[in-house]
């Protein structure tokens, strides 16, 4: 009998633990309550690698880090390593909308947000008209520029430029 309550009080032990490191998990990658429905786990455990969501329409693939099925509908959340901009880049705000637009082309529901997690903060990105506008240009403009001979480079973070792999070869490369 003491070997089975033994067993029991480890069992027990064993699932708050659990309980309190999903919790902790949840708080970090800023997941909100829900039931997780998608995982981009980038190879990083035992499951099988997430099958990208795909529109026909937008011809747009993409992998969100997570999508969770919660009471306002279905949320994805996009996750970066690096702290967190005063302003999200639009960049990031795009690829959120993104997500939101492959989600509803794959299910026929309109996320009415996306969440943006940095390392020390969390935006919550209303999946507005203006932003699909936005991301709906901004897929034109890249598709027409993939057609052109010769596209100007951006130099609006000039940073990145200066990182950049092919800034030997670049004649618009801002001069260190």
Not at 57 to 76: C, H, S
Not at 138 to 164: E, F, I, W, Y
Request: glycine share 8%; charged share 20%; aromatic share 8%.
């Amino acid at each position: 009998m003491f070997g089975f309550a033994a067993f029991a009080l480890i069992l027990l032990v064993a699932g708050c633990f659990m309980l309190v490191r999903s919790a902790t998990l949840r708080r970090q990658t800023g997941l909100p309550e829900g039931r997780l429905v998608y995982a981009d786990t980038h190879g990083q455990d035992w499951r099988a690698t997430t099958k990208p969501l795909y529109s026909a329409r937008y011809n747009l693939t993409g992998k969100p880090d997570f999508v969770v099925e919660t009471p306002a509908g279905l949320i994805p959340v996009e996750v970066k390593s690096g702290q967190a901009p005063r302003v999200p880049y639009l960049g990031h705000l795009l690829q959120l909308a993104a997500y939101c637009l492959l989600i509803e082309e794959t299910t026929g529901q309109v996320p009415p947000h996306g969440l943006l997690k940095y390392a020390d903060a969390l935006y919550e990105v209303d999946f507005s008209d203006e932003l699909r506008r936005e991301l709906l240009d901004t897929m034109t403009g890249l598709r027409q520029a993939r057609a052109a001979r010769n596209v100007a480079r951006s130099h609006d973070q000039p940073a990145k430029c200066l990182a950049c792999g092919f800034r030997k070869d670049c004649n618009e490369a801002l001069s260190s």
